[in-house]
Every structure is written in C-alpha cells, then in structure tokens.
C-alpha cells in the first residue's frame, strides 16, 4: 500500500520589504510580555528574519502564538504554539519575574504550555527560526526545534520517533488528518490518521532507510541542512538524501519544508530580496518521490503563477491533485 508522495519545490520572490513592530531582542529577559492584538510588538532574532508573537488567523478575532518569517510578505508561519487552541484579543505571553513562560488567554486562564515551564532565565528567539527557553546556566529547558508542528527549518533535526503532524487546512491550524514521523526502525514514514483518536493508517510514502540485517545501515536522524537539503543521515554516518538537488545556495533563500494540510511534504524556497530569479526551478526533483512536473505560467502585471500539476497521490481511495500557485 506504499504510493509515492510528491516532493515540490515552489518559490516566488519578495515583492517589498515590510515594515514591522518589533523589539529586535538578542534575549528576553524575566519580566517581559507580549498581549495579542492587531499591532502587537514581537520578539524578533538579531537577524530580523524570524518573529515570535501573535499573529491574526484570517479574518477572524483570534490569534496563534507563533513563530514567522519577519521579513516575507506573507509572513510565513513556521511554528505555533496553539494551534488547537487559538486565542482571543487580550490574551498575553509572559516570562514572569520568577522565571515561568505560558501563554495565558484574557482571563488569566492557562492555555499553553502544560504544564507550564519554570526555572526560565531568559528566552531568545535565536536566527536559525529556533525559540529557546534556558536556564541561569544557558541549559535549555524548551525549544521550538524539538516541538514542532507541521514545518522544519534548515539546521533543524527530527530524532528518531519525532514527527511533524499537518495542520487541519490551510487557514485552521488544528491538527490535521497526515503525519510525518521518524520511525524507531529508521524509516521516514508519511501516513494518514484518524481524528480524535490519532489511529495510523498505512504509510503511503515510506523512505527505504531501514536494515534489520545491519542496524547501523538503518535512519537515525533527519537533518535539514543549511544548504537546504533534506537528508537521512544512517548510524553509519552514510547520507541518504530527500534531495539531490538545490535551486542556489542558502543564503539567497529562506527554506521549511512543511507537511502541508493535504499529506504533501513540500520543500519550499523563498529568495531573499535581490536574489535572482527562479530559473533553475524545473530541475529539482528527486529520487524517493515522484518528480513533479512544473510549470511556470506568465501572468499580466508582473504576477506569476507556478503551478504544479503532479503526479497523483493516493490516499485513503481518494486521488488528491496538488496544485500550488503562488503570487510574487
Ligand atoms: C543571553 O543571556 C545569557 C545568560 O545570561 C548570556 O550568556 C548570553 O550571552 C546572552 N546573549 C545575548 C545575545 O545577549
Ligand atoms: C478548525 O477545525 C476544527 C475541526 O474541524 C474545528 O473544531 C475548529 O473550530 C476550527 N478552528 C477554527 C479556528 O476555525
Ligand atoms: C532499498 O535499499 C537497498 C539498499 O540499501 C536496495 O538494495 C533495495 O533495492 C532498496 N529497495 C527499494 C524498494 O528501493
Ligand atoms: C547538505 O546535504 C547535501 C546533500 O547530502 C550535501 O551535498 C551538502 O554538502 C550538505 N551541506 C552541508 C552544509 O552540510
Ligand atoms: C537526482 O534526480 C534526478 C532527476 O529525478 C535523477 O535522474 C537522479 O538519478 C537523481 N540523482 C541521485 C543521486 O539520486
């Protein structure tokens, strides 16, 4: 019952940088909060590329504790705190002067984390994307790499029995029906799950990264490297890439790679302002998933569409057709 699953690489570039609120903090010390409203401030990292605070969902009055790129238009989400949960205007994140970090809603009430992290020195949003929590001896109590939702980050790791789970759709961040996880056999598995209970279907895309014969030929770490490539990296130190290929070095672009709401686990580039255009596009594919075709279609005023009709994924008895288009 193993299908293959789609590896897409979409990419647009920065229209216009964006003026923000934010305190570019290197540490957030005890004492410190953020209230959620239409014009919060955030905790920015040094860089300025990635914001933790609140942020709008649509249109309506409530708001996710997340983490984003600050420097994208859209401001791309790449973490969330809540997103079962999401709160109303009002609702504050605080370290406390006795060193407790929670997300409480307007009356007061707990909602994230649970239970609540104490013995907290200080928080940084650090430029890799990742949001710590330390002590006073700068040992980490909490970080958002080791939590994470629906999207990992270059120089972020999944261990084995790590996973990512989708988000319901592409505005509600409630827990959707496909998982990601780093199996303990040290296989990467992609699969469907029945809601509430988290039941797991089969596996419709499985990477073949697991020898019972030679335990150390088996998967032990995920690592998304700072090149922006995905690899599984085996006991034995050999390297098992996800993909053989990059658009342009790292540094030209922002990279996470999420497992989008319908099951697709998607790389995605975003160059960075001034970077070049999107040529080299049509050559990445890879050789565990199905290589997608890609088109890029020229719209009037300067829009472009890329559009990606691919191959057809199974899931569940239902043929689901990826088709992204994205707006520069
Ligand atoms: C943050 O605080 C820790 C502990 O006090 C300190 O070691 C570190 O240098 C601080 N980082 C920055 C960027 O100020
Ligand atoms: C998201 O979807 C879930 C499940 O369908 C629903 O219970 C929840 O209310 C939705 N959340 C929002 C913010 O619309
Ligand atoms: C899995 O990988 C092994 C080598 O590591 C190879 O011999 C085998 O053919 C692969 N199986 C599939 C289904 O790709
Ligand atoms: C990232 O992985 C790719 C593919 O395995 C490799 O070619 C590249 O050297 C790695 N980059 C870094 C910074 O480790
Ligand atoms: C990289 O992808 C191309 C295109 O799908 C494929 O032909 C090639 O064999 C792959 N190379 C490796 C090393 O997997």
Known sequence: MAFSVLHLLALYLIVQPFCVHAAQTANISLGLSLTASDNSLSWQSPSGEFAFGFRRIGDQDLFLLAIWYDKIPEKTLVWYANGDNPTPKGSKVELTKDGNFRLTGPRKEEIWPQPVISGVAYAAMLDSGNFVLADQNSALLWQSFKDPRDTILPTQVLEIGEKLSSRQTASNYSKGKFQLQFKPDGTLELYPIALPTEFEYDA????????????????????????????????????????????????????????????????????????????????????????????????????VDITVTADLMQTQGQFVIAFLAFLL
Do not use: M, W
């Open 204 to 303: 419709y895309y499985k990477s073949n990264t697991s020898d019972a014969a030679d335990k150390l030929n088996s998967g032990y770490q995920l690592v998304f490297n700072e090149s922006g490539h995905i690899n599984i990296v085996l006991r034995n130190g050999n390297i098992v890439t996800l993909t053989n290929k990059t658009v342009s070095p790292s540094r030209d672009y922002y990279y996470r790679a999420t497992l989008d709401f319908d099951g697709l686990f998607t790389l995605y580039a975003y160059p960075k302002k001034g970077a070049g255009h999107p040529g080299p596009l049509c050559g990445l594919s890879q050789k565990t998933f199905a290589s997608p075709s890609i088109q890029l279609e020229r719209r009037a005023a300067g829009h």
